[in-house]
């Protein structure tokens, strides 16, 4: 009889058990349902995410907010691999703790605990929020370039993350595979990483030591306290090899040792004259980990670029003064100097726009900031000004005025902003002999020069805003390479004695992206390093310490 009642009662303890598992998974769900619609989840280092809230509703919506990332009290296979991706987010540039990475231990032996509705419910939340974070600043970064006043938008290369992470990562047994396509195609991108690997561990390594200061250089063969110190820098760093052989006195600056403060000296932005000045010394005792930042920082803007484009690019970098230009694969093909703005005064707009023309022997339309603050004035001085420097008066339609000596008339009308200035095509003008235009907002474009010194000094911020460019005939014909005819040659004769003002239609656009990066690691392993001319350095990092949501 006992037997035979213990064999009635168990269908009924089966359904009872279906009905408690039914229940269970209803209040999980609710318990998802409602920490998404708080936005907020305590716990977490960052709580607040109501800016990712609508793309948590459309990730939960179509399994009725029902738990993706654990089953049975245990973390599903692609939620270990995302977790193992957070812990390893310095990696990136990014902050580890950003995503959780020290509270995930506890979250997932709480889950494995409880199966309770909140805890699960917490876990899983928590797992989404920091998903679509990495996951968008991989693809998009953390801040938004236009928060800074950059003409560089991030809004087409957007993730839907609920589908993304529903369609993508949660099915996905190769989750590397798949974050390697969301990351910049670039080359250099990559290189940075790489870069940042290496000085990560530097950072750990050197002994902080700072270098004595100096009031005036010190010279090859001349004796300076520092010298243990800059031997172990150095050869940290990489400047100096591990078996050059050194002088046995270690308070002479001499020898291999001059070499390599060269090197590094190159490498910074620096003249290349081996003297430890006042700012070589300054660069030698930056902190290492401020290299790392920078580091960082440029990865940041990495990911600000468009992941696809039309057309091979030019990218100028404006801390570092030089004009790349990319192949098919995005590898640089060809490398430049450029004259950028003024730090202080005219500084060059981070952005970017398509090339579309060129144009051979240009005049020069003298922006009204300049006719204000420089022409003007000059003719009051010597009326003769416009006639000895190849200006012409004209109206704002572009007919000319006057291209001698300047009446009373004129002048007033030149101060009342009636009348335009511009300087007639030639060797000397303002241009030089071609622009490449991208039209913009700034009114900023590429140009050669009348005088090629500026481009010897090691900091180029000289301009008005315009980038001058330091191979301008080789850049012109690389812009117009897919118009027929248009080889080097043809465009140095059109440059030298050609007809004046003469434009040129691209037959396919170039992307040109203004860029700002004080980090550049080269395919030869070398790391580059800048000041921060601009700020905007110290802006970006000051953004980045308020963690999320970010600006």
Known sequence: MRTRRLRNLFPLGAAVLVVSLACLSEGQQADVQNLVASGNLAGMRWPNFSDYRTGLQKFYEPAGYAPAWAHMSQPVPQALSLIAVFRDAGKKGLDPEDYDASRWEDRIRALQSSASGPVVARFDVALTVCAMRYLSALRIGRTNPQHFGFGLSTEGKKYDLGQFLRERI???????????????????????????????ELARTDDGETLPAVTKPIDPTQPYAGVPRLVRFLRLVGDLSADATLSTDRQTYSGPLVDAVKHFQRRHGLDADGRLGPSTIKQLNVPLHDRVLQLQLTLERWRWLPAEFPAPPIIVNIPDFRLRTLDEKNNVVMDMRVVVGKAMRTQTPVFTRDMTYVVLRPYWNVPPSILRSEIVPAIQRDRGYIARKNYEVTTQDGKVVSSGEISDEVLAQLRAGKLAVRQKPGSTNALGLVKLIFPNEHNVYLHSTPSQSLFSRSRRDFSHGCIRVEKPAELAAWALRNNSDWTLERVQQGMQSGKDDVTVTLAKRVPVFIVYGTALAY???????????YGHDAKLAAALAKGYPYP
Do not use: C, K, S, W
């Open 170 to 200: 949660l099915t996905t047994g190769d989750l590397q595979a798949v974050l390697d396509d969301v990351e910049p195609p670039f080359v250099a991108y990559r290189r940075t990483e790489q870069a940042l690997a290496r000085y990560i």
């Open 523 to 533: 395919a030869n392993g070398e790391v580059h390093f800048t000041d921060d001319i």
